[in-house]
């Protein structure tokens, strides 16, 4: 297959781990954060940790999208679908995702809410125009990668005068989160892999303060076992000289400025939220994106009436510790345990992109054995 | 567990291995149903029978490849054939809903009449309940079969033993990926079939091999990494897969690629899986190579007693990751 094929191709990762042995013998214990989901998932599914040096430690950041969802949101969205007059559409992923009480939007659906998968958010708007009769709302969720989508879908639904059509949006920025997870108390991660696919929209330029305010580097990466060892070995040549700055390994697809129409379309949908609230995070100020006064008609929260619980994060559960990278998903005492994939307790176990749903999936025999 | 059914009960996996264990097994429980293997072995003056049943409620009727009837038929001949079985008759249960088309019913019996005959089997009973609109999705098929066992083989997971070899009959998931893309709703163009066939024939030339053939299953619902999650509990032992052996078609592939499923996860209508032992596994290839439906038939994988019973695949990285069992239905990831 091309274009997957050669950016898998196991001689040439062995040649970079060559290289990536050479540069880190001249280093300390080197932490480094992989922001994506995308990236702790084929990290673990490669099993590319067997090519790193011991000296480099990969970390998982908050770049899950579904992870990152508070629990209140879910059970918000399971409110708006218990709604008799509502056809609630959401990404599949979202679906097995738990609120409160241990709740999901696959439950739901059983209990009869009217519950259903699409695969774009204009395929929520296609089904609004063809079940008029119906209040079709889109969960909207995801970075600065699926908000275009949205952002797009409003826009036609406003052209279309598309009436009984609205968004429930929870779209987040993954600048703010960055600067979130910097500005903790001890941060020790020194250099990161950056998003590739959010950077296919927002471009490199968002992540310069990452360099310039806080001294580290930062690379652009995608998401084949090459694209993802050459990102570590570009990040620890500037340890080794000592520079911070932003590089872009994935440049078939990244370009630095980013995809300006959907930048575009992004300013004129949303306006950013004072503050949002990110599961394992907490709230991070100007990290959520809502429904511009333009669009309001088409904000579910304005046509709805939602809850707005907030429901704390589970006390057991070590997730903001592994979402800062100072703790494994190992570490935690219910990994494992209370908390697996069918039945998570926290944010990083919830998708398959979640750190700790990824090393369970693919790495517990490591500890385990 | 939930305290109400939901679709992840029926999709293969993990939920749904628990609904049977915790609900239907514990009402239920009894010797021949206890083993939760593809078909029941009843005996009966000295003849041993394998016996099965498995409904059908695929969305559409009809996709590329096969239909509901043809797959009605192929899926319990193969529960039957990988239990070890020549299958001898099956039944049929339809229900019906108010409203369906006659000409609709005919074209799917019709196909089912050609699928039994493939497989050179009879229909033999059947029967057909009619509900109101709206109260079933346009037609269910059940079929149940019955076969007799071969005297030569005795499938048991518990005969697998360390150095044994996993064999696979040919490409994954091009079932799954067929239906997935006939619902439409993903608006991509590949031209993937549905891959529904009788695989008595293979699992006939199997069981040739007599007590070197320790175990079979179709990958079906919750696909190969599933079943073979069941086989290393059963054995109590690991299986240790070459993830560059397994035969995936590059369309399928890249439709997997696109939607963010992995073919290990992805049903199948018309492959098996079969553990032999070492000394057996050349020439078992080759008779699979030998039959058309096995001409991409590969070794995938070998047999481990490891302490944890665990499905595990070497990456062509030098790593190995944990293959674990599906834990609903496989849903397309967001980014």
């Not at chain 1, 279309?160 to 500005?183: K, M, T, Y």
């Not at chain 1, 697996?340 to 517990?364: K, N």
């Not at chain 2, 005297?151 to 696979?168: H, T, Y």
């Not at chain 2, 163009?189 to 053939?213: N, Q």
Request: hydrophobic share 45%; proline share 5%.
């Amino acid at each position: 297959m091309r274009f997957v094929d050669e950016y898998r191709d196991a001689a040439a990762a062995r040649a970079v781990a060559v290289e990536l042995a050479d540069v880190a013998a001249g280093l300390p214990h080197v932490k480094l954060m992989e922001v994506c989901g995308g990236h702790t998932h084929a990290i673990y599914r490669h099993g590319l940790d067997a090519l790193l040096p011991e000296n480099v430690e990969l970390v998982h950041g908050p770049g899950c999208p579904v992870c990152v969802i508070p629990m209140g949101r879910v059970d918000d969205g399971i409110s708006l679908a218990e709604h008799p007059e509502v056809t609630f559409t959401s990404f599949g992923d979202m679906l097995r995702v738990p609120g409160g009480r241990h709740r999901s939007l696959l439950e739901a659906k059983a209990r009869g809410a009217d519950v259903r998968i699409v695969y774009s958010p204009l395929d929520a708007l296609a089904l609004a125009v063809r079940e008029p009769e119906r209040q079709v709302v889109f969960f909207g969720v995801g970075f600065e990668t699926t908000a275009p989508a949205t952002a797009l879908t409003l826009r036609r639904a406003r052209e279309l005068g598309v009436e009984n059509f609205s968004v429930f949006c929870n779209h987040v920025l993954i600048g703010p989160a960055l600067r979130a997870i910097l500005d903790s108390p001890d941060t020790d991660i020194a250099g990161f892999v950056g998003p590739g696919h959010v950077s296919t929209v927002i471009g490199t330029s968002p992540y310069t303060f990452v360099a310039a305010d806080y001294g580290r580097p930062v690379v652009v990466a995608g998401f084949e076992p090459t694209d993802i060892l050459q990102a570590v070995l570009m990040l620890l040549r500037q340890l080794r000289a000592g520079t911070a700055r932003v590089e872009n390994q994935y440049g078939r697809v990244v370009r630095p400025a980013g995809n300006t129409v959907a930048l575009a379309a992004l300013e004129e949908v949303f306006e950013v939220r004072d503050d949002f609230e990110w599961r394992g995070l907490g709230a991070i100020p100007r990290s959520g994106l809502r429904i511009a006064e333009d669009y309001a008609h088409w904000d579910a929260e304005r046509r709805f009436e939602v809850p707005g619980a907030r429901i704390e994060d589970p006390k057991a559960c070590r997730c903001g510790d592994v979402l800062r990278g100072r703790a494994k998903p190992w570490e935690c005492k219910v990994f494992g345990t209370a908390c697996t994939p069918e039945r998570p307790l926290g944010t990083c176990m919830v998708s398959s992109e979640g750190a700790c749903a990824a090393y369970h999936a693919y790495g517990r025999h490591k500890v385990l054995a | 567990m939930s305290d109400v059914v939901t679709l992840a009960d029926g999709a293969g996996g993990k939920a749904s291995r628990r609904l049977v264990e915790r609900l239907f097994l514990e009402e239920l429980r009894n010797p021949l149903l206890e083993t939760l293997d593809d078909a029941a072995v009843v005996s009966a003056n000295g003849t041993r029978l394998a016996f099965t049943t498995d409904s059908y409620v695929v969305r559409p009727l009809r996709f590329p490849g096969s239909d509901i009837g043809e797959l009605a038929v192929n899926g319990t001949v193969n529960d039957l054939a990988v239990s070890g079985a020549t299958p001898l008759a099956l039944t049929a249960g339809f229900v019906l809903e108010e409203g369906f088309p006659l000409d609709e019913l005919r074209g799917l019996t019709r196909s089912m009449g050609r699928a039994a005959e493939r497989a050179g089997v009879a229909v033999a009973a059947g029967d057909t309940k009619v509900v109101e609109r709206g109260a079933a999705d346009g037609l269910y098929v059940t079929t149940a079969g019955v076969g007799l066992l071969d005297p030569r083989v005795e499938l048991d997971a518990r005969r697998v033993r360390a150095g044994d070899r996993v064999l696979l009959s040919g490409g994954l998931a091009e079932h799954g990926i067929a239906v997935m893309l006939a619902r439409g709703n993903l608006q991509l163009e590949f031209d993937v079939e549905s891959d529904s066939a009788p695989v008595h024939e293979l699992a006939s030339a199997l069981c040739g091999f007599g007590a070197e053939l320790r175990w079979m299953r179709d990958p079906t619902r919750g696909g190969l990494a599933t079943l073979l999650n069941e086989l290393v509990a059963a054995a109590g032992a690991s299986v240790v897969l070459d993830e560059r052996a397994i035969p995936v078609r590059d369309d399928v592939r890249a439709a997997c690629e696109l939607l963010g499923i992995d073919p290990l996860y992805v049903a199948n209508e018309g492959k098996l899986v079969a553990v032999v032992s070492a000394e057996a596994a050349d020439d078992a290839l080759a008779a699979l190579r030998a039959h058309p439906l096995g001409a991409q038939a590969a070794l995938i994988g070998e047999v481990r007693s490891d302490d944890l019973p665990l499905v595990l695949a070497d990456t062509p990285f030098g790593g190995s990751r944990i293959v674990d069992m599906m834990v609903g239905d496989p849903l397309p990831r967001i980014c």
